[in-house]
Nanobody, 124 residues
């Protein structure tokens, strides 16, 4: 049974950096980070296909980096130049995908496994 556990959230000032981690039982081809701010819908932040090809939401492009370390069974989200609008609960998700483009377009329902979330708060 796949299990995803996030860690590394916290509070940081605007302009700062934070790295959140997601440990998994076994790797699926499409690993992703989503976030949900209070009163807003959950949105995709970054996706990684087979640990190599990354996709990012426009709002975080050039600031966030998703990566994977299979030796540690961990997916990371490095967040730089953080803004107050990045404040949210961050969730790790995993699901099967047969291609990079499919992973990129996979809806939330396509991710069969989710973590419990880790809070990231950015103060101005």
């Amino acid at each position: 049974q796949e299990e995803l556990v996030e860690s590394g959230g916290g509070s940081v000032q605007a302009g700062g950096s934070l790295r959140v981690s997601c440990t998994y039982t076994y790797s699926l081809s499409c690993m992703a980070w989503f976030r949900q701010a209070p009163g807003k819908e959950r949105e995709g932040v970054a996706r990684l296909y087979t640990g190599i090809t990354a996709y990012y939401a426009d709002s975080v492009k050039d600031r966030f980096t998703i990566s994977q370390d299979n030796a540690k069974n961990t997916v990371y989200l490095q967040m730089n130049s953080l803004k107050p609008e990045d404040t949210a609960m961050y969730y790790c998700a995993a699901g099967p995908s047969y291609s990079g483009s499919f992973c990129r377009s996979l809806g939330e329902d396509g991710f069969g496994y989710w973590g419990q979330g880790t809070q990231v708060t950015v103060s101005s």
